[in-house]
């Protein structure tokens, strides 16, 4: 897995340009293929590529990244240089028996990780009736979620970790979050090589 995560992530690299054709969607891509298929509903797109056969990562293409503007909510500005760099990564999520590649933009701002409506439905979360949603607040108003326990894969490494499903269909952004990742992995941006670095912590 972790050879085919890197390859991936290679070849983001290399055709950060071909995905501005994709902006606004969601997309499913690997190594060796490229973009295996692409649809604005993830559900949708899972449905397309699953009998390919063929191991894929979903990424959400965010518009604002091919816009020339960098999104900062609830200030948009533009990049001082000329090629941005986004600090994501490609996690192994599973929920019970559904398992979904995601890649994700790691947020030492962010309390606990964030999981789009839609995908969590990919991943099979159910909200029940008698659950009460959290209301988490920002500088963009509130928004309603209920937590998940999801099971993650970072650089071999496999564990238990909350995850804050957004209920408002109108939130995509995948978020890598403090709660339990940053007390297992001490990380390190690298944005002059545009990489990140996690070491698992000897007394994670």
């Known amino acids: 897995m972790n050879v085919e ?3 991936a992530k290679m070849w983001v690299k290399e055709n950060r340009n071909l995905l ?3 902006k606004g969607q969601w997309i499913a891509y690997n190594g060796q293929d490229g973009v295996l298929g692409h649809h604005e509903n993830v559900k ?3 449905e397309m590529v699953k009998g390919k056969g063929k191991p894929y990562i979903l990424k959400f293409v965010d518009p604002f990244f091919y816009s020339g503007l960098r999104r900062l909510v609830p200030i948009r500005f533009r990049p001082f240089r000329q090629e941005s760099w986004e600090p994501t990564i490609s996690v192994p999520i599973s929920n019970k028996n559904q398992t979904a590649t995601i890649e994700m933009l790691v947020d030492s701002g962010a309390d606990i990780s964030t999981i789009s409506l839609d995908l969590g ?3 099979g979360f159910v909200k029940h009736e008698d659950e009460v949603p959290e209301v988490a607040a920002g500088v963009n108003g509130t928004v309603e979620y209920v937590i998940r ?3 993650m894969e970072i650089e071999e490494h496999v564990f238990s970790a909350p995850v804050a499903w957004l209920l408002d269909e109108k939130c995509d952004d995948l978020l890598l979050g403090r709660e339990t990742v940053f007390d297992i992995f001490d990380i390190e941006f690298k944005q002059k090589d545009g990489e990140i670095l996690f070491r698992k912590r000897s007394d994670a």
Do not use: A, C, D
């Open 20 to 22: 501005r054709k994709y």
């Open 5 to 7: 995560l890197n390859s």
């Open 121 to 123: 439905e990919v991943l």
């Open 149 to 151: 326990k999801v099971n």
């Open 44 to 46: 949708n797109l899972v």
